[in-house]
């Protein structure tokens, strides 16, 4: 079964700095993989997505990540932060014949200090 | 805009008692999900409905039942709430697999703003 792991439970960063939330997933075959925000009070919001091609996929608000089958990983990156970034960070995986269910990470909480 | 509506946004309801958490879409999706979001563990499937009558146990189904009798609604159902089951509980719909342009392979799940439950 695929599993999904985001090994920081917060982040702090200053508003302006670069930020980069890792994600790593276990899964015999390349896997969809996808990134969701959670502002406080709301529901989850897709940011972007990896179904195949280029291993670099930008989203919505600036952000990007990157998949690195090598490592396992796809981790989530923005050059520089806004004090509106400050949320929950959801990596997930889909697999091939999963019927669009998804598998989420634990989350990172991210703070940005003024 | 795609809306996903749930019932409520806080509930508070007794140890025992059986509570129903609605939760609806506009879009004519044919999957819906609902989860549970605990600090520290993330979201966890709970059921799927893939259509309409036509369900599927998620990762951790037991103490909870769903269901599915339109399209556009999905209930989600404590028979005997316990404290253990005090969770944010998070509704999701999406298209099928292959459809909204015929070549994804996975279709964005879209989500309700959640229901808050307490159970005393």
Not at chain 1, 56 to 79: D, T
Not at chain 1, 86 to 100: H, I, L, M, T
Not at chain 2, 5 to 33: A, I
Not at chain 2, 46 to 75: C, L, T
Request: with cysteine.
């Amino acid at each position: 079964a695929q599993s999904v792991t985001q090994p920081d439970i917060h982040i702090t960063v200053s508003e302006g700095a670069s930020l980069e939330l890792r994600c790593n997933y276990s899964y015999g075959a390349t896997p969809y993989l996808f990134w969701y925000v959670q502002s406080p009070g709301q529901g989850l919001q897709l940011l972007l997505k990896y179904f195949s091609g280029d291993t670099l996929v930008q989203g919505i608000k600036g952000f990007e990540a990157e998949f690195k089958r090598s490592q396992s990983s796809f981790n989530l990156r923005k050059p520089s932060v806004h004090w509106s970034d400050a949320a929950e960070y959801f990596c997930a995986v889909g697999v091939r014949g999963g019927g669009n269910k998804l598998t989420f990470g634990t989350g990172t909480q991210l703070k940005v200090e003024l | 805009d795609v809306k996903v509506t749930q019932s409520s946004r806080y509930l508070v309801k007794r140890t025992g008692e059986k509570v129903f958490l609605e939760c609806v879409q506009d879009m004519d999706h044919e999957n819906m999900f609902w989860y549970r979001q605990d600090p520290g563990l993330g979201l966890r499937l709970i059921y799927f409905s893939y259509d309409v009558k036509m369900k599927e146990k998620g990762d951790i189904p037991e103490g909870y039942s769903v269901s599915r009798e339109k399209k556009e609604r999905f209930s989600l159902i404590l028979e005997s709430a316990s404290t253990n089951q005090t969770s944010m509980y998070l509704c999701a719909s999406s298209l099928p697999p292959g459809l909204a342009g015929g070549s994804k392979p996975y279709n964005e799940q879209f989500f309700g703003p959640g229901t808050r439950l307490t159970v005393l």
